[in-house]
Nanobody
Framework: QVQLVESGGGLVQAGGSLRLSCAAS????????MGWYRQAPGKQREVVAG???????NYADSVKGRFTISRDNAKNTVYLQMNSLKPEDTAVYYC?????WGQGTQVTVSS
């Protein structure tokens, strides 16, 4: 069974950057699309970005122009580069492939 592990979260000042990683094990994810999601306390989980097996990408309007999703199939890893971070980006970030979710990584952006 595939397992996903997110990393790279942390505390940053507004305007700063973070790069999240999602490493897959137990299965080759290169044939599947993957997505990044986030959820803040008291709020619904929302889609942040997605990437297809061929590399096509899509973004939520709230992060378009600031975040970039990419994948390295040789490393079974998907990334989320987050620039110009805002306090509203504070949330737990999750990656997903098919029905498998990672455990999440906390991103906190201070003013």
């Amino acid at each position: 069974q595939v397992q996903l592990v997110e990393s790279g979260g942390g505390l940053v000042q507004a305007g700063g950057s973070l790069r999240l990683s999602c490493a897959a094990s137990g299965s080759d994810f290169s044939i599947n699309g993957m997505g990044w999601y986030r959820q803040a306390p008291g709020k619904q989980r929302e889609v942040v970005a997605g990437i297809t097996s061929t590399g096509n990408t899509n973004y939520a309007d709230s992060v378009k122009g600031r975040f970039t999703i990419s994948r390295d199939n040789a490393k079974n890893t998907v990334y989320l580069q987050m620039n110009s971070l805002k306090p509203e980006d504070t949330a737990v970030y999750y990656c997903r492939v098919k029905s498998t979710w990672g455990q999440g990584t906390q991103v906190t952006v201070s003013s």
